[in-house]
């Protein structure tokens, strides 16, 4: 079985300040990461993912995110974030060699980031 | 391209009653899963079905919950005799593949509430 944490529920933080949003998972096969975002009463958008490859991954509106595979943990960084950035970011995995489970996602409790002027 | 549809966004029911929630996918895509997200948590998998045949629905609960996804027309997620701790958003996802490296699309979800 497979489980997300992410340790922190909410983070204030001031406009063009630097953010890390922390994500840590468990499994016992390998897995996907992914790390989503949902706007206030809308759906969830993809931010960026990591499936294989260098372990650093970017979204185009510069977040990024490092798969640690020691610390099992999947850390999601912007170096200066924008008050447009306020919204809630989950944290999930997928199994990646069971087929026959398809997509299902496994998600973290969700972090809301709120920036301030 | 439109993405994945979710009618109604909002739904109100009295205890007992009857909620339909409808999920169209997007074009071309033949995979839709439901997600449920209780208020202040993440969201938790509910089924996994593909045209008319149901994957994976360990994430459902055993009375009351029932989904389908037809030949035609949208998948429905269907909670009879609703109670008030139904009350949540209801999250579809759509992917052309059933494969985990594969995207998947949310739609904007339907936000329950019963009364």
């Known amino acids: 079985a497979q489980s997300v944490t992410q340790l922190d529920s909410q983070v204030p933080v001031f406009e063009e300040a630097p953010v890390e949003l922390r994500c840590n998972y468990s499994s016992s096969v390998s897995v996907y990461l992914f790390w989503y975002v949902q706007y206030p009463n809308q759906g969830l958008q993809l931010l960026l993912k990591?499936?294989?490859?260098?372990?650093l991954v970017e979204s185009i509106n510069g977040f990024e995110a490092e798969f640690n595979k020691s610390q099992t943990s999947f850390h999601l960084r912007k170096p200066s974030v924008h008050i447009s950035d306020t919204a809630e970011y989950f944290c999930a995995v997928k199994p990646s060699m069971i087929y026959n489970q398809g997509g299902k996602l496994i998600f973290g409790q969700g972090t809301e980031l709120s920036v301030k002027p | 391209n439109a993405g994945v549809m979710q009618n109604p966004r909002h739904l109100v029911r009295r205890r007992g009653q009857e909620a339909r929630l409808r999920c169209s996918p997007m074009?071309?895509?033949?995979?839709v899963y439901w997600y449920r997200q209780l208020p202040e948590e993440g969201l938790k998998f509910m089924v996994y079905l593909q045209k008319e045949n149901i994957i994976d629905e360990s994430g459902m609960p055993k009375e009351r919950f029932s989904a389908e996804f037809p030949k035609e027309g949208p998948s429905i997620l269907r909670i009879q005799q609703v109670v008030r701790g139904d009350s949540a958003a209801y999250f579809c996802?759509?992917?052309?593949?059933?494969?985990?490296?594969?995207?998947?699309?949310f739609g904007q979800g339907t936000r329950l509430t019963v009364v």
């Open positions: 074009k071309g895509h033949s995979h």
């Open positions: 996802a759509s992917s052309p593949y059933g494969t985990s490296n594969t995207e998947a699309f």
């Open positions: 990591y499936l294989s490859g260098s372990t």
